[in-house]
Each structure stands twice: as structure tokens, then as C-alpha cells.
Nanobody
Framework: QVQLVESGGGLVQPGDSLRLSCAASGGGASNYVIGWHRQAPGKEREGVSCISSGDGSTYYADSVKGRFTISSDNAKNTVYLEMNSLKPEDTAVYYC???????????????WGQGTPVTVSA
């Protein structure tokens, strides 16, 4: 069983930056590609970004490319999401998820974190 614990959400203004963290633990956690999904009010959950701890390959949704950067610290089993130039439309609850991949992979997420809210508002 893999446990995912997010932290780092909060209230920021448009244009600000925020860094989310996802600490993974449990058997086999290092075997999964871990990433981030988000769910905005009244909308479906969507994939945001993923990273493979093995080869470092990454995926970004078009809506966040150039603004968000995903990284991992394998020694700490932690995945980070650096979010820059935040927009009001980035407002959502951000969930850590495993496994993670582009929509074309049709992966079923097996493990979810509890979510951390991000609000971008003036």
C-alpha cells in the first residue's frame, strides 16, 4: 500500500508562485510514476504533471507547460510541483497520484493523496 501526503497549498495572488510537495511512503512507492492531478470547483479532475523517478521523464498538461515544473528527490521519496505565474484558473484542489501518466496512457490511478487546496485570487 502506497501512502501519499501533500503539502504546500494556500492562497496566493495572480502571478505569484507556490511549491507543492508530495511525500510517498509504503511498499513499492519507488516503483510508481508519481504526479499531480487537480480538480477545480464544478469541474472534473484532470492530470497536471507526472515524473518518473527512474529516468526523470516528465509530462505536463498544455495548460501548465512553461509555468509549472515537476521534480523529485528520490532519497526523500518526495515529488515537488513548482508553480509559477499562477492564474485564477489554476485554483483547484491538487492531488498527488500514483501511477501517473499522460491521458493517452489511460492509466487508472491506484493511490491518491488527501489533496491540498490552491486558491489564486486578487
Amino acid at each position: 500500500q502506497v501512502q501519499l501526503v501533500e503539502s504546500g497549498g494556500g492562497l496566493v495572488q495572480p502571478g505569484d508562485s507556490l511549491r507543492l510537495s508530495c511525500a510517498a511512503s509504503g511498499g513499492g512507492a519507488s516503483n510508481y510514476v508519481i504526479g499531480w492531478h487537480r480538480q477545480a470547483p464544478g469541474k472534473e479532475r484532470e492530470g497536471v504533471s507526472c515524473i518518473s523517478s527512474g529516468d526523470g521523464s516528465t509530462y505536463y498538461a498544455d495548460s501548465v507547460k512553461g509555468r509549472f515544473t515537476i521534480s523529485s528527490d528520490n532519497a526523500k521519496n518526495t515529488v515537488y510541483l513548482e508553480m509559477n505565474s499562477l492564474k485564477p484558473e489554476d485554483t483547484a484542489v491538487y492531488y498527488c497520484a500514483a501511477p501517473c501518466g499522460p491521458p493517452s496512457y489511460h492509466l487508472e490511478v491506484e493511490f491518491w493523496g488527501q489533496g491540498t487546496p490552491v486558491t489564486v485570487s486578487a
